[in-house]
Every structure is written in structure tokens, then in C-alpha cells.
């Protein structure tokens, strides 16, 4: 079975451009999750769906950042504009149900850099 | 606020035992989960303690006191394959995951 597809993989791009980051989840799983790593920050929830719906946003650091999930096959988290701070790996992981005893499946990232 | 403690570093040898601990401090807690993470890999999940006790899955086995807000991951028999990053994440009934820093495991043969 195919796991979290997240695209693209790697992404560099100038200040003040528009990024668009790409989540498919794995078919059946009806909650979706975007996470941000970095190395002073650590692993931070971001905002996460449940039935194709935003449940929790607050970890959204401002309004540069959106996210949508038109369908229950596919997410995007969009940067508008993009700032060098935002450069970090950005992770799309689903899970079967929004109960949290349910592991994460985790996409292999998107490592973004902001130059 | 929310808070979870890990070592960042933990060294031992191949064969050997080794235990991560994790400790938080949550407005609600439900449950500790644990997740390996290999250097440029992505987070993977190893084991789920809801209630006291010892989880054990293979190798691996997870400890929870919910009365101590402590747990710990401990890692048996430990192969060169066991080098990689273990992060502890509590559920605090937002039905998200809040995540610790992060223990770096190093083994060396």
C-alpha cells in the first residue's frame, strides 16, 4: 500500500514567492496533520483535519500560512508570501481516526529553504 | 502550558539496553506516544501507553506512570539500525500529538 506522497520533496526558492506544498494521505485515513522541524523548534503541529475539515489551526504561525483539503485525497499547505524563517522540513502525516491512540503515518517531507 | 522533557543525547553500545525517559507537565494528558526518526527520514510510530505500565513490542517496550507524568522507551539489544532520533508526544485530548525535542540515540559498535 502506498504511504503518505507528499510533493515536492525539495524546494528552494526566493523571499517573497508563493510556495505551495502537496499532501496526499493514505486512501481510508480521515485525518490529516501538517507538522514544521527545524532544529531550534523541534516537531510542530501546524493545523490538522478530521473529515476533510479544520479542526485545529492555532499552531498556524501567522497569516502568511494556509492550508486546504478540498477532498479527502489531497492537502495543501500554501506560504504567501515566503520569508527565510519559514525554511524548515514540513511534514504531512495521516491517521486512520482522529483518535490520537491511532499512529501517525508520516510523508517523507518537503525540505523547504527560503533564500 | 505544555512541556515534555528528553535527554538530547544518549550514547551505548550494540548489545546493550538503553532507556530514553520523557517527563510532562499537560493541561490534559490521554496517553504517551513514542516515534523513531532516522537522519533525513520521516517520523515513524513505535508504541502507544494510554494507561500504567509496560508495553512491550519486540525489542522495544514503552513505560508509562501517569501518576509520576513520566515515561520511557527502552531499547533492548541494540543494533547499529537503533541510531536515530526518539521523540516522545503526548495526547492532550486536542486530538493532536504535542511532541518532546527529541532524543538523539548514538550506538556504537
Known amino acids: 500500500d502506498a504511504g503518505v506522497i507528499q510533493s515536492p520533496r525539495h524546494e528552494v526558492t526566493e523571499m517573497g514567492q508563493e510556495v505551495t506544498l502537496r499532501c496526499k494521505p493514505i486512501?481510508?485515513?480521515?485525518?490529516l496533520f501538517w507538522y514544521r522541524q527545524t532544529m531550534m523548534r523541534g516537531l510542530e503541529l501546524l493545523i490538522y483535519?478530521?473529515?476533510?475539515?479544520?479542526?485545529?489551526d492555532s499552531g498556524m504561525p501567522e497569516d502568511r500560512f494556509s492550508a486546504k483539503m478540498p477532498n479527502a485525497s489531497f492537502s495543501t499547505l500554501k506560504i504567501q508570501p515566503s520569508e527565510p524563517r519559514d525554511s524548515a522540513v514540513y511534514f504531512c502525516a495521516s491517521s486512520p481516526s482522529d483518535r490520537t491512540n491511532q499512529p501517525q503515518h508520516f510523508g517523507d517531507g518537503t525540505r523547504l529553504s527560503i533564500l | 502550558g505544555q512541556s515534555l522533557e528528553q535527554p538530547s543525547e544518549v550514547t551505548a553500545v550494540e548489545g546493550a539496553i538503553v532507556q530514553i525517559n520523557c517527563t510532562y507537565q499537560?493541561?490534559?494528558?490521554?496517553?504517551l506516544s513514542w516515534y523513531q526518526q532516522h537522519d533525513g527520514g520521516a517520523p515513524t510510530f513505535l508504541s502507544y501507553n494510554a494507561l500504567d505500565g509496560l508495553e512491550e513490542t519486540g525489542r522495544f517496550s514503552s513505560f508509562l506512570s501517569r501518576s509520576d507524568s513520566y515515561g520511557y522507551l527502552l531499547l533492548q539489544e541494540l543494533q547499529m539500525k537503533d541510531s536515530a532520533s526518539y521523540f516522545c508526544a503526548v495526547d492532550t485530548g486536542r486530538r493532536a500529538l504535542t511532541f518532546g525535542s527529541g532524543t538523539r540515540l548514538q550506538v556504537q559498535p
Open positions: 499537560t493541561s490534559g494528558f490521554y496517553g
Open positions: 486512501s481510508g485515513h480521515n485525518s
Open positions: 483535519f478530521n473529515n476533510n475539515v479544520p479542526i485545529d
